[in-house]
């Protein structure tokens, strides 16, 4: 809790706060809709672990029901039209890559980016919520760890193949997670949540998942500098 002690208490019913979180609570949503959704077509490509990917998109769409559940606690209608548009270049290139059978494009997007992407922004966000929607992303964590080690274990044994291909789909990918978090870096100061810090929080996560599958430390570092922001 120490990100708190330097912010004045978080008015959680404040129409300033709800204005916010009808966004934030959206694109948590629409991220968990897409996974479930990404891990089912991925069933298509991957059809010797089918029984696990169809377990993952299943839980993904608890998930989803748990933050549709944050959102009603709150009294807040999710701004579904933009977390649609917040997702749209990702959503794209995951059905491109699938569309052409690049399983290597499709991990890449769905267990590492948007799986760190997930775990980093919830994890800040545990040390901020509500005490209804602590508990629910507090579950939702401990579930994406798992997520995102399909995807690394996967990618780790095929890791010679794939390595061209995830350095092409990285250079495609990551500059759009750094426009994704300027989208929403007012809402997400709103909630307590600073850009900087969930910025940080990503490049670490998706940083060990890089190095988990293989990349050595200097290719890490010119893999995390596309696009990046200040």
């Not at 377990?55 to 933050?67: I, N, Q």
């Not at 500059?175 to 300027?182: A, H, R, S």
Request: glycine share 4%.
């Amino acid at each position: 809790m120490q990100q708190l002690v330097d912010q004045p208490e978080l008015d959680f019913q404040s129409e300033v706060y709800k204005d916010a979180y009808s966004r934030i609570n959206a694109i948590v949503i629409e991220g968990e809709q897409e996974a479930h959704a990404n891990y089912l077509k991925l069933t298509e490509l991957l059809s010797e672990n089918q029984d696990e990917l169809i377990r993952l998109s299943k839980m993904e769409s608890r998930h989803k029901k748990g933050f549709e559940a944050c959102g009603r606690n709150l009294k807040v209608t999710p701004d579904m039209q933009f977390a649609q548009e917040f997702f749209a270049p990702l959503h794209q290139n995951f059905q491109k890559a699938a569309a052409e059978g690049k399983v290597v494009t499709c991990l890449l997007i769905q267990s590492l980016i948007i799986e760190c992407f997930a775990i980093a922004a919830y994890e800040i966000y545990i040390e901020v919520a509500d005490d209804f929607a602590r508990k629910i992303t507090e579950g939702v964590v401990k579930d994406e760890y798992s997520h995102l080690n399909f995807g690394e274990v996967w990618l780790k044994e095929h890791f010679e193949q794939s390595k061209a291909e995830l350095e092409e789909a990285n250079r495609q990918n990551l500059p759009i997670v750094w426009k994704m978090l300027n989208s929403v870096e007012d809402d997400a100061r709103t909630l307590a949540m600073e850009k900087d810090a969930l910025v940080e929080a990503f490049m670490i996560q998706y940083g060990e998942a890089l190095s988990n599958i293989g990349f050595s430390t200097r290719e890490l570092m010119r893999l995390s500098a596309y696009g990046i922001t200040g």
